[in-house]
């Protein structure tokens, strides 16, 4: 017989919609504990009601992931640590890569806001608890970057460069904790059917006029594989990282049929 596994705890942040919820129920099927945090408790708690009906398990916290305080809490809750961490708390919005007269004030804050949520937020979370998996020798963090850490798009100079942050850090820290038992991986996916998506569906309709359905087919098009990727799509690509003992792993779903998985720190030259 396989050697069987401890239940793993997993905090997934993010976890109130989407991607976050969709990660958070592939997680629990794995009968891993599930810790579901962002700032809205009740959306939180409607994805752990699924969950409990499904016989998995799954607990809520309120987490702003911006908020240090927040993230002290919450560490301090979880006193005996986690073994698996889920960084997916992010925003998207887009803007013109210089402020446009008048609206320095906003632009500024734009940058400010994606790299609070997307790139620092996920470091406080990692901080607060990777301490404890060195400690323990065991750990997974797994950080959901975006297509957008990996290439660069017009007008979203703020969106891009806190994911090109998010994965540079992953990248340093498997390279830190290379052989300690804690991995850090990262998936990278191109546009994703969730809550996110539609707000972009939205923001291009408003902005060019198109119809929704056109809004739509321009982001399927944006996409190598020609389609939206799916949820489950990613969640199945972070349950395997979180499984499985690849260091450095980034994993790249751009729509077509299979994930994309390539190793950068492997092919750095040594000096
Ligand atoms: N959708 C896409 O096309 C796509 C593509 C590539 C990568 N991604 C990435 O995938 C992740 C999930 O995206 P999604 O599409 O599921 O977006 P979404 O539907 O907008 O969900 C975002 C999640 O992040 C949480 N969040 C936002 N700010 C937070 C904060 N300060 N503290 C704690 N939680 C916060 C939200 O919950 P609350 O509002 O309740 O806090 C929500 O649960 C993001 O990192 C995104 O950048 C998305």
């Known amino acids: 017989m396989p050697p069987t596994q401890p239940p793993r705890t997993a905090l997934i942040t993010g976890a109130s919609r989407g991607i976050g919820a969709e990660i958070a129920r592939a ?29 998995g398990h799954a607990r809520t916290y309120a987490l702003d992931v911006t908020d240090r305080a927040s993230v002290a809490a919450l560490a301090g809750e979880l006193e005996s640590g986690i073994d698996w961490l889920i960084n997916n708390a992010g925003i998207a919005e887009s803007g013109p890569l210089l402020a446009r007269p008048g609206c320095e004030e906003e632009h500024e804050e734009l940058f400010r806001r994606h790299h609070e949520v997307n790139f620092h937020g996920s470091r406080a979370l990692t901080e607060a608890f990777v301490f404890g998996m060195r400690t323990r020798r065991y750990g ?47 998936v990278c996916p191109h546009y994703v059917d969730s809550p996110m998506l539609e707000a972009a569906v939205t923001r291009l309709v408003e902005k060019t006029g198109r119809t929704e359905e056109q809004a739509r087919a321009f982001f399927r098009s944006q996409n190598p594989g020609g389609r939206i990727v799916t949820q489950e799509e990613v969640a199945a690509s972070v349950v395997e990282l979180l499984l499985g003992g690849e260091n450095g792993m980034v994993v790249e779903l751009d729509g077509s049929p299979m994930p994309r998985p390539r190793h950068p720190n492997e092919n750095r030259t040594e000096s």
């Open 27 to 55: 997680v629990a099927a794995t009968g891993a504990h599930t810790i579901l945090a962002a700032r809205s408790q009740s959306g939180c708690d409607e994805v752990a009601a699924r969950i409990h009906g499904s016989g």
């Open 140 to 186: 997974r963090v797994v950080n959901v970057a975006s297509s957008a850490a990996l290439y660069g798009q017009a007008y979203i100079a703020a969106y891009g460069s806190s994911k090109f942050a998010l994965l540079g850090y992953t990248l340093c820290a498997a390279d830190e904790l290379d052989g300690s038992g804690v991995t850090f991986n990262a």
